[in-house]
C-alpha cells in the first residue's frame, strides 16, 4: 500500500518513478558525505599544519592530495618517494606505485602525529575499514586538542 502511495505522488509530482528517484538521492547523499569530509580533512589539516608551525598551512585545502603534502611536509622525509607518483601514469607499475604510495602516505601521517606529540600508531586506522571513524576521531584530536 506505502509503495502504491509513494509511487502516485511521485507520478503527481512528475518525477520519474522506478529506480530514477533513489538513484539521485543516493548520489546527493554521496556529494554531501564526499564534500562534509573534504572541509573536516582540510579544517583538521590545516590545524595539525598551523600547530606543527609549517610554512603554508593552506595547502591542506588542495582537494585530493592536501592532507598528504601537509603529512609529507611534517614528516620531514625526502623528496624521492614523489616520484612513485610518476609510476602511477605507467600501465603495469601503477598498482605497485599506488600500494608503495600508501605505505609512505602512513609513515607521513605516523612521522607528523608525532611531530605534534601525538601517537604515531594512530595512522594505522586509516587502513582498517571498519575503524576509519577511529581515524577520524583521532585526526580531530589531534589538530584541535592541547
Not at 62 to 71: F, T
Not at 74 to 83: A, F
Not at 86 to 101: E, R, T
Amino acid at each position: 500500500m506505502f509503495s502504491f502511495l509513494t509511487g502516485l505522488a511521485i507520478s503527481k509530482l512528475g518525477i520519474p518513478s522506478g529506480g530514477a528517484l533513489p538513484a539521485i538521492l543516493s548520489s546527493a547523499l554521496m556529494i554531501i558525505l564526499f564534500v562534509a569530509l573534504y572541509i573536516y580533512f582540510s579544517l583538521a589539516f590545516y590545524a595539525i599544519a598551523k600547530k606543527n608551525k609549517q610554512s603554508s598551512p593552506g595547502l591542506a585545502w588542495i582537494p585530493g592530495v592536501g592532507p598528504l603534502i601537509v603529512s609529507y611536509k611534517g614528516s620531514k622525509m625526502h623528496w624521492w618517494p614523489w616520484l612513485l607518483l610518476i609510476g602511477f601514469v605507467i600501465p603495469i607499475l601503477n598498482i605497485i606505485a599506488m600500494i608503495i604510495f600508501a605505505i609512505y602516505s602512513i609513515i607521513w601521517t605516523w612521522k607528523l602525529f608525532e611531530a605534534i606529540d601525538k601517537p604515531g600508531w594512530w595512522s594505522i586506522f586509516s587502513i582498517i575499514p571498519i575503524l576509519d571513524i577511529v581515524y577520524l576521531v583521532f585526526i580531530g584530536i589531534a589538530a584541535w586538542s592541547k
